[in-house]
């Protein structure tokens, strides 16, 4: 089965930093994705890490070290709008499932 | 801008009643997924049609009923639900089903059980 544990709740300053952390128990690893999530809104795709290191888009970076079967996302230059659930995921090639993490909640804060 | 359309985005309806969620895609994805969400939850997957086949169904009650006419649309087809049914109905898509393919979500449908 998958297992993807994330802190519940992150509250950060405007135009600070903020990491959101994920840990994970997958039978079979395929990469950690990251996607957002306003209230009322879709889940969005954010960036997507295959294999270890950091990859970065724009205010967002995402890192994976598949050793310790963790990733984060690093938020930078925080603004108001980056306030939403933000949720690691896993593909599951056997179920063709994108099998989703219990979610963080930023709230970015002026 | 989500380019997974859903309809409607909200939907009231009865325990007798039959109703059906839509959703279309035009980016030529050929594997169409329905997920539910309950509040402050994460996204849990109903239904996976790939090329227009079903070929997962995560043990979803018969009073939810996937159909999917062709490779752009994608139906769920809603009778005799629960109150514990109310929740939000995401549908999505990707390229085709696998490990390397991103998903995309439509804005999702609003559905309360009265």
């Known amino acids: 089965g998958q297992s993807l544990e994330q802190p519940s709740e992150v509250t950060a300053v405007e135009g600070a930093i903020v990491q959101i952390n994920c840990t994970y128990q997958?039978?079979?690893?395929?990469?950690l994705s990251w996607y957002q999530q306003h209230d009322g809104g879709a889940p969005t795709f954010l960036s997507y890490n295959a294999l270890d290191g950091l990859e970065e888009t724009g205010r967002f970076s995402s890192f994976l070290s598949r050793s310790d079967s963790y990733g984060y996302l690093l938020l930078q230059e925080l603004q108001m709008k980056d306030s939403a659930s933000y949720f690691c995921?896993?593909?599951?090639?056997?179920?063709?499932?994108?099998?989703f993490g219990t979610g963080t909640r930023l709230t970015v804060i002026p | 801008d989500t380019e997974v359309t859903q309809t409607p985005k909200h939907l009231v309806m009865g325990m007798t009643n039959k109703k059906s969620l839509k959703c279309e895609q035009h980016?030529?994805?050929?594997?169409m997924y329905w997920y539910k969400q309950k509040a402050k939850k994460p996204p849990e997957l109903m239904f996976v049609?790939?090329?227009?086949?079903?070929?997962i169904n995560e043990s979803v009650p018969s009073r939810f009923s996937p159909e999917c006419p062709n490779s752009s649309l994608l139906n769920l087809h809603l009778h005799a639900l629960q109150p514990e049914d109310s929740a939000l109905y995401l549908c999505a898509s990707s390229p085709r089903t696998g490990t390397g393919n991103t998903i995309y979500f439509g804005e999702g449908s609003w559905l309360t059980v009265v």
């Open positions: 995921a896993v593909r599951d090639p056997g179920a063709n499932n994108l099998f």
């Open positions: 980016m030529g994805h050929r594997a």
């Open positions: 049609y790939s090329y227009e086949k079903l070929s």
């Open positions: 997958t039978s079979g690893f395929y990469g």
